[in-house]
């Protein structure tokens, strides 16, 4: 599954890993401020944030694109010369756009959320009838947001085709590898199956699963230190009272409640998908062989084997009944915990309606990334008996050396132009 789109996997994804933290605190610990060398100072301390679009191409910003560029430059010149692969740009020069147009996105909605204060503030001075404008006034501040929107929304476009792209690649790369090595796998049951329908099913459900968990990542580190910032507007909570970083507390123990009731109530479910799959592919190769055999797929086998998948089905639907109530009932109860949190503030008339949005927004954006267990917990258990199956179908593999694979099946690659 991996071999075959990245470069010796074990090692480029702990190098990535190393990599990405050793940038990331450099960043921090200099990196941000070595922009000024180059004419690329970061914001003031203390400065205002700047509303609107014009925030994407500000100085730090565009330092902050230049940096990450060099990284990835880097990074892929490494693994170009210590272990080529003919699907590297896909796995490593795509991958890093797609992390960037993701990254690119969270900062927009931080500039949404930058600008919801200032312009509720304004709202709300206008309903109250102690603030004076015009029509021209009100309609910029609404244009301020619609060029947020609109790049936003075109940029997720982009990055939504890219990794339709990419997933493709990669299963590309998968059925490649598995043919290239057929003689040895097509005595496994339903080889023809996992080739074509486990590979398609594992890069449909890694886009989607893949694409939120880094979103989930990046939502959260940009998000935190905003709500961080905007907590200065609670002083405590209800029935815990006063407590230091009162937001972040409430955050983090609503998520890890709610992310282990939900871990707890579906800890049964992958192994029962996994037991689903083994009794449709028996079900399904008794009816193929039934296709050119006339003593097979007879009724009194057919029965039976579709007895064990219904029987397997209706106890997956059983538990899955107090999975869902578990699931759903934390979900709707999450959407008025932000008010239920910020009742006392809002009581004492210690916050405005801008900043109540903003912090709704902010609190909502990082229980969200919080949640990403809670909310993909059905997607992981697909996902974990997917690769049930692809990785006991790989294990034929392993343990003994692969005919010529390093060299017949990486150049034919090469010289098909993977693109």
């Not at 509720?120 to 603030?131: H, R």
């Not at 392993?398 to 694979?405: A, F, S, T, V």
Request: charged share 10%.
């Amino acid at each position: 599954m991996f071999v075959s789109f990245f470069p010796q996997p074990k090692l480029f994804f702990t190098s990535a890993a190393v990599w990405s933290l050793a940038a990331i605190l450099f960043w921090f610990f200099g990196g941000e401020q070595l922009g000024a060398v180059l004419g690329f100072p970061p914001a003031a301390a203390g400065a205002p944030p700047i509303i609107g679009i014009a925030v994407l191409w500000s100085k730090p910003f565009l330092w902050f694109y230049i940096y990450f560029a060099a990284c990835v430059v880097i990074f892929y010149a490494f693994w170009s010369w210590y272990a080529p692969h003919p699907w590297q740009n896909w796995s490593i020069l795509m991958t890093a756009v797609i992390l960037f147009f993701i990254y690119f996105n969270v900062q927009v909605s931080v500039a949404v959320n930058n600008w919801y204060g200032p312009f509720f503030d304004y709202v709300q001075g206008l309903m109250s009838g102690t603030t004076a404008s015009t029509d021209t006034e009100f309609y910029k501040g609404l244009a301020d947001f619609s060029w947020l929107a609109l790049v936003g929304m075109n940029v997720q476009v982009i990055n939504a085709f890219i990794v339709s792209h990419w997933i493709f690649r990669w299963r590309t790369a998968m059925n490649n590898y598995f043919v290239a090595n057929w003689s040895r796998l097509r005595h496994i049951e339903g080889a023809s199956q996992r080739i074509q329908e486990d590979t398609m099913r594992f890069s449909q459900i890694m886009e989607d699963l893949g694409s939120s968990f880094v979103q989930s990542i990046m939502t959260l580190i940009a998000f935190l230190p905003v709500m961080i910032q905007l907590q200065a507007h609670i002083t405590e909570l209800p029935i815990i009272g006063a407590v230091p970083q009162p937001l972040v507390v409430a955050a983090l123990g609503w998520c890890l409640f709610g992310t282990a009731s939900v871990m707890l109530a579906g800890i049964k479910l992958p192994g029962l998908q996994f037991r689903n799959q083994r009794v449709e592919a028996a079900y399904r190769k008794e009816l193929v062989y039934g296709e050119d055999h006339p003593d097979r797929a007879q009724p009194a086998t057919t029965a039976e084997l579709f007895t064990n998948v219904r029987r397997n089905y209706f106890r997956l639907y059983f538990h899955y009944i107090y999975f869902n109530v578990v699931r759903y009932t934390y979900l709707q109860a999450d959407n008025i915990f932000s008010l239920l949190i910020l009742g006392p503030s809002l009581v004492a008339h210690k916050i405005t309606f801008g900043a109540l949005n903003q912090i709704s927004n902010a609190f909502g954006k990082v229980t969200n990334s919080l949640q990403f267990l809670l909310n993909s917990w059905s997607t992981i258990v697909e996902l974990q008996s997917v690769h049930k199956r692809l990785r006991a179908f790989e294990a034929t593999l392993q343990g003994e050396p692969l005919p010529d694979i390093d060299r017949r099946y990486l150049a034919r690659q090469g010289a098909e132009d993977p693109a």
